[in-house]
């Protein structure tokens, strides 16, 4: 791995792509376990997860569906702190299992919009996993039930996450170079 350049932004290596394969294969085992005889409706949250939820998907032997809701909340390399709802949700959650998936829980801004959406569908249970975890940047008392990695708070690109819309095909992690 080598240093990358995204527009005016430098970043170095940070995480391998097998150690990403790594903790994608963990979770989905967790998940099978968990879920066995079970029907799962996991809700990806786009852009930055369609890489992970792609991959998780390979590992998952549960009768399941998969559906995507887009929010944004960043803003370069800062989250802005507001999340504005652009997909909304198209499926009977009623009584389902519902396993939000997400590249990335930093704030918890984002889970906290999403858990408040959810709650008027009524379904029976809601887990959130996602694939990097910064429990120091975290501020909500949600818990977070599958984490990938925890990992510092710095900023990340790479394997769906983005710098202004770049990076996201990068099959590692890459944190950005402040030097």
Not at 42 to 70: E, P, R, T
């Amino acid at each position: 791995m080598k240093h990358v350049q995204l527009q005016d932004k430098k970043f170095a290596p940070y995480i391998a792509e097998e150690q990403i394969q790594k903790a994608v294969k963990d979770m989905a085992q967790k998940i099978n376990l968990d879920y066995r005889g079970k029907e799962v409706i996991f809700l990806g949250i786009l852009n930055g997860v369609f890489m992970f939820a792609a991959d998780l998907m390979k590992y998952i032997d549960l009768d399941c569906q998969i559906s995507f809701l887009k929010l944004a909340s960043y803003d370069g390399t800062s989250s802005s702190g507001t999340v504005k709802r652009l997909i909304g949700i198209n499926e009977n959650l009623k009584g389902h299992i519902v396993i939000i998936l997400e590249d990335i829980v930093d704030s918890g801004f984002t889970i906290d919009h999403i858990m408040k959406q959810l709650s008027g569908y009524e379904p029976d249970e809601i887990k959130i996993a996602t694939l990097f975890f910064k429990p120091k940047a975290y501020k909500m008392d949600i818990p977070v039930d599958y984490v990938g990695m925890e990992i510092p708070n710095a900023f990340i690109v790479g394997y769906g996450l983005d710098y202004n819309g770049f990076g996201r095909n990068l099959r590692s992690l890459y944190k950005l170079d402040e030097n």
